[in-house]
T-cell receptor
Framework: DTEVTQTPKHLVMGMTNKKSLKCEQH?????MYWYKQKAKKPPELMFV???????INESVPSRFSPECPNSSLLNLHLHALQPEDSALYLC??????????????FGSGTQLSVL | AQSVTQPDIHITVSEGASLELRCNYSYGATPYLFWYVQSPGQGLQLLLKYFSGDTLVQGIKGFEAEFKRSQSSFNLRKPSVHWSDAAEYFCAAASGGYQKVTFGIGTKLQVIP
């Protein structure tokens, strides 16, 4: 299994809603990532988890809250989002962090629309 | 500041024609270099990567890239494009001790019959 699975594929939410994005991998990877990709823009790193601990937060607003319950799962909890947060949210994993040679495996993303 | 530049936002080629997508980087030292491809509504897939050694790197799907230190470039090439190659292509770079990859703005490839 060389897949990173993200659910849901599409999500529409209001600015007062609370929702969660989920990401799962069963490749035994110990590093997991959240990226945000706006339309016609490159992916931008949000968070990195290494061995289930948050190792990088790229100054992301607190309305985005990541969680890594175990080595296979990564969640992104969303609360009080703004319309400008509408984007494709990509999850990725790699065998470990700290070694740039590691290949990133990406999920197909969750397309989020905030109304 | 570290950056990756892809000067062509959109490229159209005929099926069977050769392809070259340009990428330039600006880093203090030679970074690790990657090319990723993204089909519509999908995540990114790694085509190839360069860390050191041979400056001509072979990747998947018949793609190759050449690292030129003097030009700070890492251009992607394919001798004969197939319709299924239509996608967005991202050049990326990373340096330092962790996997912080910086992506270029992307080049959208359109393939016409």
């Amino acid at each position: 299994d060389t897949e990173v699975t993200q659910t849901p594929k599409h999500l529409v939410m209001g600015m007062t809603n609370k929702k969660s994005l989920k990401c799962e991998q069963h490749m035994g990877h110990r590093a997991m990532y959240w990226y945000k990709q706006k339309a016609k823009k490159p992916p931008e790193l949000m968070f990195v988890y290494s061995y289930e601990k948050l190792s990088i937060n790229e100054s992301v607003p607190s309305r985005f809250s990541p969680e890594c319950p175990n080595s296979s799962l990564l969640n992104l909890h969303l609360h009080a989002l703004q319309p400008e947060d509408s984007a494709l949210y990509l999850c990725a994993s790699s065998q470990s962090v700290g070694r740039v040679t590691e290949k990133l495996f990406f999920g197909s993303g969750t397309q989020l629309s905030v109304l | 500041a570290q950056s990756v530049t892809q000067p062509d936002i959109h490229i159209t080629v005929s099926e069977g024609a050769s392809l070259e997508l340009r990428c330039n980087y600006s880093y203090g030292a030679t970074p690790y270099l990657f090319w990723y491809v993204q089909s519509p509504g999908q995540g990114l897939q790694l085509l190839l990567k360069y860390f050191s050694g041979d400056t001509l790197v072979q990747g998947i799907k018949g793609f190759e890239a050449e690292f030129k230190r003097s030009q700070s470039s890492f251009n992607l090439r394919k001798p004969s494009v197939h319709w299924s190659d239509a996608a967005e292509y991202f050049c990326a770079a990373a340096s330092g001790g962790y996997q912080k990859v910086t992506f270029g703005i992307g080049t959208k490839l359109q393939v016409i019959p």
